[in-house]
């Protein structure tokens, strides 16, 4: 595969995870959505991801 997928839920009450879709090409619905990038992308994501929750919750992702 050449490519990772995500798939995106929320509840009633969650986000709007059809706007985070398009932020990387796909669509769908307020409740379920989804896209696809490719791997280095999806590396760059997940990076991007990690760095911001360890600002906003080190103790809790730093390793014992």
């Given amino acids: 595969p050449t490519h990772r997928v ?3 839920r929320s509840t009633d009450a969650g986000l709007d995870v059809s706007e985070i879709a398009k932020l990387y090409g796909g669509g769908g ?3 379920a959505a989804g ?3 490719t791997h280095d992308e999806a590396r760059k994501m ?3 991801t990690r760095r911001k929750l360890d600002r906003q ?3 809790f992702l730093r390793k014992e």
């Fill in 29 to 31: 619905h307020r409740n």
């Fill in 57 to 59: 919750m080190p103790d």
């Fill in 46 to 48: 997940l990076e991007a």
């Fill in 6 to 8: 995500f798939g995106l």
């Fill in 35 to 37: 896209f696809k990038v």
